[in-house]
């Protein structure tokens, strides 16, 4: 399974993500036929892979840390944003705008250093350049699938499949 995070700008999410991923198995079901499988039946998921880039910002460096630090899988792309410090909405100004400060610096165990002003660096760098994207391809995917061993990955689009776009009005007569 490959998570995307890449443009994840922050949020509330990675403690419920990193705890649903290591989950093992309370049990499995049988089946008559196949194989048996586990409960509940996100546990256990086999191999894992994580897309960041450097838009990968506040919670989504969070999350991509864990992961890392969890060894849930490899983590690919481009190094995060590093502004992953919490903020605190305290205090009104005279036009009712609201100020806030930089006070919750996230602490990992075991030496990992904070992601403020670094940010997260993946296990295996890759960069989508403008020439894949206009070609329709996604380097990071495929790096990630290819580290999962997916036979699945596709070939981008020819440039010739795609339509010609008309430039201008002209173009059409």
């Known amino acids: 399974m490959v998570i995307d995070i890449r443009f994840n700008e922050g949020g509330h999410a990675a403690a419920a993500m990193i705890d649903l991923l290591r989950r093992h198995p309370l049990a499995y079901r049988a089946q008559r036929w196949g ?8 546990a256990g998921t086999p191999k894992l892979a994580l897309l960041c880039n450097e838009y ?10 864990l992961f890392s ?9 481009r ?3 590093g502004g992953a410090i919490g903020i605190r909405p305290r205090s009104a100004l005279v036009d009712t705008t609201i100020a806030t ?4 610096p996230f602490v990992f165990p075991h030496g990992h250093d904070g992601l403020e002003n ?3 660096a993946p296990d295996v760098v890759a960069d989508n350049t403008p020439n894949d994207h206009r070609r329709g391809f996604d380097r990071q995917l495929a790096q990630a699938l ?15 499949a ?12």
């Open 101 to 104: 400060q930089p006070e919750y």
């Open 35 to 42: 194989t048996a499988l586990p409960y509940p039946a996100m």
């Open 146 to 160: 290819m580290l999962l061993g997916s036979p699945h990955i596709l070939d981008p689009p020819s440039h010739s």
């Open 69 to 77: 630090i969890h060894r849930l899988g490899s983590v690919v792309g």
């Open 79 to 81: 190094q995060t944003l």
């Open 56 to 65: 990968t910002g506040s919670e989504g460096e969070v999350l991509a840390r």
């Open 162 to 173: 795609h339509r010609q776009i008309p430039r201008s009005a002209i173009d059409h007569h």
């Open 118 to 120: 670094h940010g997260h």
